[in-house]
T-cell receptor, first 111, second 113 residues
Framework: LAKTTQPISMDSYEGQEVNITCSHNNIATNDYITWYQQFPSQGPRFIIQGYKTKVTNEVASLFIPADRKSSTLSLPRVSLSDTAVYYCLVGDISYGQNFVFGPGTRLSVLP | DAGITQSPRYKITETGRQVTLMCHQTWSHSYMFWYRQDLGHGLRLIYYSAAADITDKGEVPDGYVVSRSKTENFPLTLESATRSQTSVYFC????????????FGPGTRLLVL
């Protein structure tokens, strides 16, 4: 399983763009990169997934360079409600259990 | 209600007792998972199931037992609870391989005294 490394915590202010980078140096050819968000006392919630280049949805963008050894989750114009823990996962979505959750990045959005 | 539910939401038990945590999903998802989350840590996979009657160990299976007689249910049993099993337990489900999202339940907070 590909190990991921991401910052333990980040602070930001409302309205700013937040970029959280995840390193995954030993990512395998069939691995996808997936990000989840977790609020206190709730289960994680899927945010975005990608394989290469850029993926964008209504809540975030995911940037993956050509070598795929890292990825960056971009949250545009964060609000207080974006305060949460963000997890980067790498795994082969062809199988059921290849995802390993690390400690995640605790994002604090300040007013 | 549609979705994934867990019961009970909170449980206090004593060391040595058997405890069963329930998980139910209404999507007929093939895959189901049990995770535990300890304070300040990420989630660790306990067991998973690819389909009814098919289960396999995850990262931290010791002390736990699962079964999956029906697609929609995936109970987790602590055969003899220990204090180290005090944690928040999350159940999740996912469709067929290749689908991108795991859907998580609200969690069960278990305290073992």
């Amino acid at each position: 399983l590909a190990k991921t490394t991401q910052p333990i915590s980040m602070d930001s202010y409302e309205g700013q763009e937040v970029n959280i980078t995840c390193s995954h140096n030993n990512i395998a050819t069939n691995d996808y990169i997936t990000w989840y968000q977790q609020f206190p006392s709730q289960g994680p919630r899927f945010i975005i997934q990608g394989y290469k280049t850029k993926v964008t949805n209504e809540v975030a963008s995911l940037f993956i360079p050509a070598d795929r050894k890292s990825s960056t989750l971009s949250l545009p114009r964060v609000s207080l409600s974006d305060t949460a823990v963000y997890y980067c996962l790498v795994g082969d979505i062809s199988y059921g259990q290849n995802f390993v959750f690390g400690p995640g990045t605790r994002l604090s959005v300040l007013p | 209600d549609a979705g994934i539910t867990q019961s009970p939401r909170y449980k206090i038990t004593e060391t040595g007792r058997q405890v069963t945590l329930m998980c139910h999903q209404t999507w007929s998802h093939s895959y189901m998972f049990w995770y535990r989350q300890d304070l300040g840590h990420g989630l660790r996979l306990i067991y998973y199931s690819a389909a009814a009657d098919i289960t396999d160990k995850g990262e931290v299976p010791d002390g736990y037992v699962v079964s999956r007689s029906k697609t929609e249910n995936f109970p987790l049993t602590l055969e003899s609870a220990t204090r180290s099993q005090t944690s928040v337990y999350f159940c999740a489900s996912r469709g067929l391989a290749g689908e991108e999202t795991q859907y998580f339940g609200p969690g069960t907070r278990l305290l073992v005294l």
